[in-house]
């Protein structure tokens, strides 16, 4: 074959590609649109293969990457599509990349029978190989069912569009739209919006669990005990925000460090802390360990409360489920107590239990076994009857009983800060535990309570 010849057939074959919106959602991930494909002349028969694989840079960050081609046999999973994603989480497990999967299938090659259902078992199988080794980021932009949903859950993150399709059985067996859309990590309006929330979120990452996170710029914040007022301005990056809304899980910075940020949130189920915050922060605070990402808390909380949508034994599992992460955590841990901590929520939070490697209090916060309005019905029930206010009482036995300065005093708080402290004293915890080692029992696993 001539030099013409071949010039010719490379032409003929590049353009026989299709402008598939796989392409075009990638190019909307790496930086300035620039990427170089995996296996792009890759055929399933005589078509292109059902997906695009590609490498690149994210924030200057090398990504592996892989998008289903809806518009190629509907994108339909099967062998010769999961040997192309399986070349894309090799290589990510040699090279210690992060990968970001975009889902946009409407199912298997149902002329391949089981051969198609083994083919997502292999992706699967690799998706759990590389879980806490290099981060892992679905996005679904189209329709994601059946098996594809399984391994879209196997990444750290999910990204969703707020049109898109996720479930594993059909929609009237699974509930509700907003069910599905509340298992989102982060929920987006358009394709565009979704790469950019990716991105976003990739800057906070290192690429894999041996390599840091980049520094960056910042700003310090001045102000109160609120999220935004202890990181670095304009740097907090909520996940998970439509889920467990009693407890907020995100990434942020603080002195330029990338932190793991987990806060309870007083204004919502009654100053109470439930089964799904539980298990959302569990979550969250299990990947930050993975990629040794240090974990601020921030506890405001009466305890813990049932709700509706979970009964006493499941709030019960959860909570096991969040105590055990935190113990299991071997990652730098700060916690700091803003308001109450109360009962469960010491317990979980701020107790021996969850390991903390700090634990400060602000001046006025209120730590104890019971909130001062039971405490008082209770303890103080003659005095009630004799017509003392409740408030007084109230704030009595939050003063005697449950002031900072008496956990400080049997070594339970390791010192009362105000306000204005708090971020200082965190950038020098952070600057102190950056070297931490711990030596932990030989075993495989903890077996997480379920």
Request: include cysteine; charged fraction near 20%; aromatic fraction near 6%.
């Amino acid at each position: 074959m001539s030099v013409t010849d071949s010039k010719t057939l490379f032409e003929s074959e590049v353009s026989a590609l299709s402008d598939s919106n796989a392409r075009k959602r990638l190019a909307m991930l790496f930086d300035n649109g620039a990427f170089t494909e995996i296996d792009r002349f890759l055929k399933n028969n005589d078509t292109e293969c059902e997906v695009v694989a590609a490498y690149g840079e994210v924030n200057g960050m090398t990504v592996y990457a892989y998008a289903q081609s809806v518009d190629v046999n509907k994108g339909a999973m099967g062998k010769v599509q999961a040997a192309k994603i399986s070349h894309i989480y090799d290589l990510a497990t040699k090279t210690g990349a992060p990968v970001v999967a975009v889902f946009d299938s409407y199912g298997a090659h149902l002329d391949e029978g089981v051969e198609a259902l083994e083919a997502y078992g292999s992706l699967i199988k690799a998706a759990g190989n590389i879980s806490g080794v290099v981060p892992q980021i679905s996005v679904v932009a189209g329709t994601c069912i059946g098996s594809a949903a399984v391994l879209a859950t196997m990444a750290d993150f999910l990204v969703m569009t707020k049109d898109s399709e996720f479930y594993i059985t059909s929609p009237s067996l699974s509930g509700s739209k907003e069910n599905e859309l509340s298992t989102a990590s982060i929920l987006t309006d358009s394709d565009t919006a979704a790469m950019e929330k990716v991105a976003e979120l990739l800057a906070y990452l290192p690429s894999n669990n041996l390599s840091e996170p980049m520094m960056a710029e910042y700003s310090a914040s001045v102000g109160d005990s609120t999220i935004e007022s202890i990181v670095d301005q304009g740097s907090f990056f909520e996940v998970s925000a439509d889920s467990g809304k009693c407890i907020q899980t995100g990434f942020a910075r603080i002195g330029g460090v990338s932190v793991g940020v987990v806060a309870t949130n007083p204004k919502e189920n009654d100053g109470y802390f439930c089964g799904c915050g539980a298990k959302k922060a569990a979550k969250f605070v299990r990947f930050c360990d993975a990629f040794s990402i240090p974990v601020i808390t921030l506890v405001d909380s009466l305890g813990i409360k049932t709700t509706e949508s979970c009964d006493q034994s499941g709030e019960v599992k959860s909570v096991s489920v969040l105590t055990s992460a935190y113990s299991e955590a071997t990652t730098p841990k700060i916690t700091l107590v803003t308001g109450n901590a109360i009962a469960g929520a010491y317990i979980a939070f701020v107790s021996s239990a969850a390991a903390p490697d700090l634990v400060l209090a602000l001046s006025d916060s209120v730590i104890g076994t019971l909130e001062p309005m039971t405490a008082v019905q209770l303890l103080y029930k003659d005095r009630l009857l004799a017509g003392e206010s409740r408030e007084s009482l109230e704030a009595e036995y939050a003063l005697e009983k449950c002031s900072p300065f008496k956990a400080a005093a049997v070594g339970l708080v390791n010192d009362v800060i105000s306000a204005e402290e708090i971020t200082e004293r965190i950038i020098s915890a952070l600057d102190v535990l950056s070297s931490k080692r711990v030596t932990t029992l030989s075993k495989k696993h903890t077996n997480i309570p379920l």
